[in-house]
């Protein structure tokens, strides 16, 4: 049990971890791509606004959408939501509670980039330098003479260091503007923070039950697919062997019998058991239509969530099960209610 | 390595409370390298400069705070056990109130660590408050301007650029001042908090029933360790559901549509399956599995396991041929 649970853990560590450590990537890549782009303002009237906002806005876009391509989860869904609906019913709030959370997931990349962008100020002092009323500054006197344009494209070359010549201005109207873009983004994290806050806090209080069955049931999907593919790998790999062995026997023919008559009794056996459980592997599909058929049905007619009884060992439903392919249900399990008499092992010594 | 890996695992999966601990501490670190990389900024001038001060000491802690209750594994436990239906479970409010204090406790750590900083540190005083300062104070330089110019002035020292300050000793001794007094009461916070943190280990066992208090400790460590292990057995049984599931696809499709015959050695292949140890339960219909999670939630089990732990089991005796027992598991 103590093996099983170790192994568990590590399963089950390993499938969320794996998407926390890869939203945990992102955000550090998000930050790290921030400092390490050369950010250059045009400081022309025309092109400030739309270059400012648009750094602003743009890679947090872009950054969702690769969370949403680098999430495994997006093609079960996809999966989930087209397949028909076979002999098995549609529920929607699994559905909906695996696109919460692959959300949630791909939120994280582009709020780091925001923040970061807001923190730093760069881009809302090109943004917004034309908008500036210069004479709580000081020292209008460089723009009383200026007509309308002029005075909008000095005031566009404020986040140019090397272009703009009065530096005591320069310096007081960035800060004000970087002060600005900093609460800016206090605000927004704290907004980010108290909605997560609400979801994931206040949440229990309205739909935990019917919270433990979508979360049961993603999961179960999610499995069911691992289930089936590595099913498919082993019967291809078997598939595979079972198919080389018969185009073997058919070119040698004879040859192959004497020799086989002949070592039977060396390593065969050993051969023996390996070729039975590849058989046993091909769960009686041997035909390409057939296992094409297999997969066409997997997605087109998904299975009914109910197992039938001859899988169980006869726990709860009494002793002995009857069994269809002669095999012997095994007899005791470790919790089984049938042993009840104790057992006497009688020890004779030599002395 | 990996036997390393599994035994720190082991640690931490042991004891919930020092997961708890250690995330704690991990924000706390978080908050200080927070505060490092932060850009401050003063805006230099009067009107914003009290405003953005005081708002970069009080916002970061409120974010600090509410990352510090999501973080937590116990919120979960909390709201869970605060809210749920009663079923054949009476409910403690002891326990739910010492989850709360205790998360609320941790949460607490990274905005204290945040304000504590800041003011060890000054420049968010300093930003705050060097209009206030009375330049008259500060003898050596004689300043005769307008009280407004004064003021204006008086915003400027945080910002070390300005041309009216460039290697100044008066900036530097308002900035010096401000700052003594911002370190003063951040030490003076830290007094008080260690204080109180004492004073309420010493007296605790005097108001507080210890008995109880190992009760609910007890009863909220259960909590815990049952959810996670309640996690985990459904997860076991899905692996083993769907295991079965695909089998049993496998063979409806061969019998049903493909018309196949029985092949002979499908049996050993089931005997492998079950040779691990049974997850079903007896839980095999979508249904079934429904009304499992849903009693799950509206009647929780009551806290009596002597039904399984008085399960008749077999018991080996050893008795040599005299009948005197040599070892007996009863």
Known sequence: MDKFRMMFQFLQSNQESFMNGICGIMALASAQMYSAFEFSCPCMPEYNYTYG????????????????????????????????????????????????????????????????????????????????????????????????????????????????????????????????????????????????????????????????????????????????????????????KVCIQQYFENISGEMRGLHRHHSKHDSDNEDEDTWKSDEEKLLGIRAQDDMNKVLWNWHTCKPPLALRKEHEDGEKEGGMNGNINGEINGFVKSHSHDVEKKEWAVYYSKV | VMERLKLVLQYFQSNSESISNGICIILALVSVKLYTSFDFNCPCL????????????????????????????????????????????????????????????????????????????????????????????????????????IFLIMAKVPCKEDVIFRNSSFRKAVSRYVRCHSQAIGWSILLFLIVLGALGRLIKPCFDDHATFLQTRYWSNYLDVEQKLF??????????FARKCVVQFFEDIREDSLRLPHPVFISKFREECDDEEEQ????????????????????????????????????????NHEGKTLYSDV
């Open chain 1, 53 to 240: 906002i648009g750094l602003l806005l743009i890679p947090p876009i872009w950054f969702f959408l690769l969370g949403f391509v680098l999430n495994n989860n997006v093609s079960v869904l996809a999966e989930e939501w087209k397949r028909p609906t076979g002999k098995r019913i549609k529920d929607p709030t699994i559905l909906r509670y695996m696109f919460c959370s692959i959300t949630q997931r791909s939120f994280i990349a582009p709020a780091v980039w925001v923040s970061v962008t807001l923190m730093d100020g760069k881009s809302f002092l090109c943004a917004f330098s034309i908008s500036l009323d210069i004479d709580r500054f000081g020292n209008s006197s460089v723009i009383q003479g200026m007509s309308e344009t002029e005075k909008l494209k000095f005031l566009a070359r404020i986040p140019c260091k090397d272009l703009f010549e009065d530096k005591e201005l320069r310096e007081a109207a960035s800060r004000y503007i970087k002060c600005i873009s900093q609460a800016c983004g206090w605000m927004v994290l704290l907004m980010m923070t108290f909605t997560a806050f609400l979801i994931r806090a206040i949440r229990p209080c309205f739909t935990q039950a019917a919270f433990l069955k979508t979360k049961y049931w993603s999961h179960y999907i999610d499995i069911e697919r691992k289930m089936f593919d590595e099913t498919c790998k082993e019967h291809a790999k078997s598939f595979a």
């Open chain 2, 280 to 319: 079903l339960h007896g839980v095999t219909k979508q249904e079934q599995v429904d009304q499992l999670l849903n009693k799950w939630y509206y009647g929780k089990p009551e806290l009596d396991v002597s039904r399984i732990a008085y399960r008749p089991r077999p018991c080996v005796t050893w008795e």
């Open chain 2, 46 to 149: 009067p009107q914003y400069n009290k405003l953005y001060s005081l708002g970069v000491m009080i916002v970061p802690p409120i974010i600090l705070f509410f990352l510090g209750i999501l973080v937590n594994r116990h919120t979960g436990v909390m709201m869970d056990e605060w809210m749920r239906p009663i079923g054949n479970r009476s409910k403690n409010p002891a326990v739910v109130k010492y989850l709360f204090s205790a998360m609320i406790q941790r949460a607490l750590l990274a905005p204290m660590v945040w304000i504590l900083v800041t003011l060890l540190d000054g420049k968010i005083f300093i930003c705050a408050f060097s209009v206030s300062v009375d330049p008259a104070l500060f003898s050596g330089k004689h300043i005769s301007f307008l009280l407004y110019t």
């Open chain 2, 231 to 240: 996690d985990e057995t459904c997860v076991l049984h899905a692996r083993d």
